[in-house]
Nanobody, 116 residues
Framework: QVQLVESGGGLAQPGGSLRLSCAASGSAFTFDTMSWYRQIPGGQREFVAMITSGGETSYADSVKGRFTVSRDTFNFLNLQMNSLNPADTGVYYC???????????WGQGTQVTVSS
């Protein structure tokens, strides 16, 4: 069974940094894309950043220039978050997509709170 497990969330002050990680286990395949989404209180889940197996990246406009997505291995994902502001507060979810199996996989989420 494929599992995605996030880590690295917590509390940061405005202007501070956090680094999120996501480890995939139980998969014998490489995700074609791995992404981060977030859900703010009372809001819908929204796209944050994505990286393909080829290393191409894309970002939501709200995080461009502040967040950096990377993959240490094909199935280990990171999100470096700098210059955090209170609007970045939310639950961050790791997502993996397999084109071979046409299947989406989600982690349980990790809380990020930006507050002074």
């Amino acid at each position: 069974q494929v599992q995605l497990v996030e880590s690295g969330g917590g509390l940061a002050q405005p202007g501070g940094s956090l680094r999120l990680s996501c480890a995939a286990s139980g998969s014998a395949f490489t995700f074609d894309t791995m992404s981060w989404y977030r859900q703010i209180p009372g809001g819908q889940r929204e796209f944050v950043a994505m990286i393909t197996s080829g290393g191409e990246t894309s970002y939501a406009d709200s995080v461009k220039g502040r967040f950096t997505v990377s993959r240490d291995t094909f199935n280990f994902l990171n999100l470096q978050m700098n210059s955090l502001n209170p609007a970045d507060t939310g639950v961050y979810y790791c997502h993996g997509f397999s084109a071979r199996f046409m299947q989406d996989y989600w982690g349980q989420g990790t809380q990020v709170t930006v507050s002074s």
